[in-house]
C-alpha cells in the first residue's frame, strides 16, 4: 500500500549533506512534503554564494536533472533569493529550499483553524523576508513572471503582505487571549499542568494516546500533529491536564517559532514538562536533537527544572541499559545534581508508548515532580468540572470524559486567512 501511494507522489532530487542523519532527515521531510526522492547528490558545503552548491556539482545535478525529470529539486539547506533563481535558472526546475519544505510540510498538516493561521502566517514571513530581492529577480525580466511577482511594484507587494500579517496576527492574539484566560482558570483550580515535548516522531502522539487511552493520529511521518490539545488524566485519583504539542526539528526557522508561539506557550506555562527522546536513534543522532529540544525549550523560558526525560522505543533495543549509557552521555545522571532532594532524583525513565513497558513508572515520575507539593499542590474537587466553566466563556468544550478543547477556535473565526 506505501508503494502505492509513493509512486503517485511528484519525483525530486534531493541535494544534502553526506551523513547519514541529514540524508535520513532530508528523506523524511521530503516525503512528508510529498515527494519521493529518485536521486540524492550530497556535498559537504551548501552555503557557496552563487548556487549553494559549486559549480561542479550543479553540472552532476544538471545531468541527473535532464535524464530523471524530477518535478522538484529540494536542497537541504537555506537559499537565498538570488541563489535560487541561479538553480532555477541554470536546472529550469523548481528549487524548493529546506525553509520552504518544512513550510509545504506545514501547510499539509494543518488541520484546525489555529494551525492554518500560523501556517499562513509563517508562509508570509518567509516571502516577506525575500520579498525584495524576489522582486528586484523578476524585474530583470530574464524570467517572467518568476515567483509570480511580475506585476508588482515592490511598496504595494510589502504593503499588502503587512496588512495580511497584522490580520492574522491579531486572530492568533486572540487565540492567546483566550488561552491566557483559561490558564488563569485552572491553575484558580490548582489543577497542574503537563505537556508532553521532543523531536519530530520521538513518539509524544503516541504516549499520550497510551496516557489518556485516546487514538489520535500518529506516525504519518514528521510533524504529524500541529495543533496542541488537553485532556484530563488521573494518576492514583490526583488529577493532571496533559497536553500534546507540536514536534521540534533542528534548525526550525525563526518565524515558524514566532508564528506557532501561542500553541508552544503551552510548554512556557506547564507546570512539568516532558520531553520525549526517541532512544532507538544513533547516540550522535539523539544528541544532536537533544540539544536542538533543549534549546528551543530555552526559547520558549522552560527552566530545566521544570523538565522530566521519557526515553521511548526501548522495545527496539536489544538491552535497555543502553538508555542509562545514553542518559549519561547526555549530561543526565541524576547522581552529578547537587541542588535539592528532588533533584538528586532522576529525572529519567526508559519506556516503550507502543508496548506500555515502564508507563506506571513515568506515572510515578510525574507524581513526584510535577504533585506531592514539588510544583503546586494538587486537589481536583468533585465539581471541578463546573467550577471551570463558571464565570467564563473560555471554555468551549468538556463533557463527561474532560475533554477540554478549548483551544480549537470558533467555526465562525475560521474565515480564509
Ligand atoms: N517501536 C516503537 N515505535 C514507537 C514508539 N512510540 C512511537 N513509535 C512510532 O514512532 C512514530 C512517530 O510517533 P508519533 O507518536 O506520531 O510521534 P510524535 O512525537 O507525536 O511526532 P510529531 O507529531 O510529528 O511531532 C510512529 O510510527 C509510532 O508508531 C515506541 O515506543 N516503540
Ligand atoms: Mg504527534
Known sequence: MKNERMNNMNKTLLITYPYKDSIDEAVALAEAAGYK??????????????????????????????SLKPDAVIFDEVLKPTQEYNLASTLKVEIID?????????????????????????????????????????????????????????????RDVKRRISTLKSKLESVA??????????????????????????????????????????????????????R?????????????????????????????????????????????????ESIENMKKKYESSMSILNELQVPESKIIYAFNKIDLLSNEDEVYAKARYLGLDSS?????????????????????????????????????GYSKAVGVREDGAERINEGTDTVTEYDEDEVMNILRLDQDEDSSA
Open 232 to 280: 484530563a488524566i488521573s494518576i492514583d485519583g490526583s488529577k493532571y491536564l496533559l497536553s500534546d504539542t507540536v514536534g521540534f526539528i533542528s534548525k526550525l526557522p525563526a518565524y515558524m517559532i514566532e508564528a506557532f508561539r501561542s500553541t508552544l506557550e503551552e510548554l512556557t506555562f506547564s507546570d512539568l514538562v516532558i520531553l520525549v527522546i526517541d532512544a532507538s
Open 98 to 158: 529546506r525553509e520552504r519544505l518544512i513550510l509545504n510540510i506545514f501547510e499539509r498538516r494543518a488541520s484546525t483553524a489555529e494551525s492554518r493561521i500560523q501556517v499562513k502566517l509563517a508562509q508570509l514571513r518567509y516571502e516577506m523576508a525575500r520579498a525584495r530581492e524576489k522582486v528586484r529577480l523578476a524585474k530583470k525580466g530574464e524570467q517572467p513572471g518568476f515567483y509570480g511577482l511580475g506585476r508588482y511594484e515592490v511598496d504595494d507587494y510589502y
Open 336 to 372: 552529578l545534581r547537587d541542588d535539592t532532594s528532588m533533584d538528586r532524583m532522576a529525572r529519567y525513565v526508559a519506556i516503550s508508548a507502543k508496548t506500555g513497558r515502564n508507563i506506571e513508572m513515568l506515572l510515578g515520575m510525574i507524581r513526584r515532580f510535577a504533585g506531592e
Open 37 to 66: 526522492v529518485v536521486s540524492i547528490v550530497t556535498q559537504r558545503y551548501l552555503t557557496k554564494s552563487k548556487y549553494g552548491i559549486g559549480s561542479g556539482k550543479l553540472m552532476e545535478v544538471k545531468s541527473i536533472v535532464d
Open 177 to 230: 487571549k483566550r488561552r491566557a484566560l483559561y490558564r488563569r482558570q485552572r491553575s484558580r483550580e490548582g489543577l497542574v499542568t503537563i505537556s508532553l515535548a521532543g523531536y519530530t516522531s520521538a513518539g509524544k502522539t503516541t504516549l499520550f494516546n497510551a496516557l489518556t487511552r485516546e487514538q489520535h493520529e500518529a506516525g504519518r511521518g514528521m510533524f504529524t500533529t500541529l495543533s496542541t490539545y488537553t
